[in-house]
């Protein structure tokens, strides 16, 4: 290989599944493009040169380009991952991005996953319940820092979605809460303010919508981008469910 060769920035061709929902005219199809890859090169960086270059319509999210925010979570090449912590020298020369299936396509590579989310979120009552008639003035024990360090790990999910779009079940099962909610509830399980009963987890969760739909398939840990431990997670429910 020459210096010159050498020198040469790779050649990307990005395909693209397109589909406008909104307009009746909107068929789904694969669109390529093709751009130099810079050094440093991600996903984002990438997809705005397309969207200057070549195709001001292409929808997309990005928020917090960090790893933060959970909103760039897409198919690359066939896996769910988040598009902003995706560099391009990784990946081959030509890559293949699609949106997250399950949730509701709101264009190109934008779904819209709050929906979702919230609607588990509320269906799972993901916030602390604290019972008055056990601690009638609210006050919060100190907390053993082992426990509080366990919770907080937990706590580091950021919504993306990518573990419900790598999961036969989410996909098979319109209502079944995925490793997202298993996760949320085993926090809220662990966290001590929390005074429900193992009875009301059970009422629940204790279901195949819940923690008995989960086949153990494994796609949700592989591919959550914040290595979150789901499968001790839900190992740890379903022990308790049987018990309940
Ligand atoms: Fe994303 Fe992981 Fe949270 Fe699933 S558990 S939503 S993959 S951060
Ligand atoms: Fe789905 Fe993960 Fe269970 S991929 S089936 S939630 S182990
Ligand atoms: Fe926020 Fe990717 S843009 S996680």
Request: proline share 6%; with cysteine.
């Amino acid at each position: 290989m020459t210096d010159e060769t050498r020198s040469k920035p790779r050649r990307l061709t990005i395909n693209i599944l397109r589909h406008n929902p909104s307009d009746p005219g909107s068929e789904p199809h694969m669109a390529s493009y093709q751009i130099d890859e810079t050094p440093g090169m991600t996903l984002y960086i990438a997809l705005n040169r397309i969207r200057d270059e070549f195709e001001p319509s292409l929808q997309y999210d990005f928020v917090c380009r960090a790893g933060i925010c959970g909103s760039c979570g897409m198919l690359i090449n066939g896996r769910p991952n988040l598009a902003c912590r995706t560099l391009t020298e990784k990946l081959d020369a030509e890559i293949t991005l699609a949106p997250l299936p399950v949730f509701k396509l709101i264009g190109d590579l934008s779904v819209d996953t709050g929906e979702w989310m919230r609607a588990m979120s509320e269906r799972l009552e993901t916030w602390v319940h604290q019972n008055e008639a056990v601690n009638p003035d609210r006050l919060e024990e100190p907390m053993d820092p082992d426990l509080a360090e366990e919770i907080y790990e937990l706590d580091r999910c950021i919504e993306c979605g990518c573990c419900v779009a790598a999961c036969g079940t989410a996909r098979m099962r319109e209502k079944f809460v995925g490793a997202v909610g298993l996760n949320k509830l085993a926090r809220f399980r662990l966290d001590p303010r929390d005074q429900r009963t193992d009875e009301d987890f059970y009422e629940l969760i204790g279901d195949d919508d819940g923690v008995f739909g989960c086949m153990s398939l494994l796609g949700c840990q592989d591919v959550c981008p914040k290595d979150l431990p789901l499968q001790t997670q839900i190992a740890f429910l379903r022990r308790k469910m049987v018990k309940a």
